[in-house]
């Protein structure tokens, strides 16, 4: 098992940038592929972005692609999300999350491991 820990939420103004970090422990952390998932009030856990377990293959939803940007360093059993550019609709708590399956899988329900998450509130 991993247990997974997200740190690095909070307000920003429109246009600003954020970098959340997601710290792993337990289980040897390169075996994962990693992923990132926001959820806003009232809306259904969608996916956000994801990166393989050597760090060579990034996966981005069309909404943030090109404005996020997700890496790992496996040395230090984290995952990051870089994130430019914000909007108001990018409010959410966003999630990270482990898989050791086949890559490919962006669905939250193939993904078995979850952090507590950390709230993104973006201003106008």
């Known amino acids: 098992q991993v247990q997974l820990a997200e740190s690095g939420g909070g307000l920003v103004q429109a246009g600003g940038s954020l970098r959340l970090s997601c710290a792993a422990s337990g289980d040897t952390f390169s075996t994962y592929h990693m992923g990132w998932f926001r959820q806003a009030p009232g809306k259904e856990r969608e996916f956000v972005a994801a990166?393989?377990?050597?760090?060579?293959?990034?996966y981005y939803a069309d909404s943030v692609k090109g404005r996020f940007t997700i890496s790992r360093d496996n040395a230090k059993n984290t995952v990051y999300l870089q994130m430019n550019s914000l909007r108001p609709e990018d409010t959410a708590v966003y999630y990270c999350a482990a898989h050791s399956a086949h890559w490919g899988t962006f669905d939250p329900a193939n993904y078995n491991y979850w952090g507590q998450g950390t709230q993104v509130t973006v201003s106008s």
């Open positions: 990166i393989t377990r050597n760090g060579f293959s990034t």
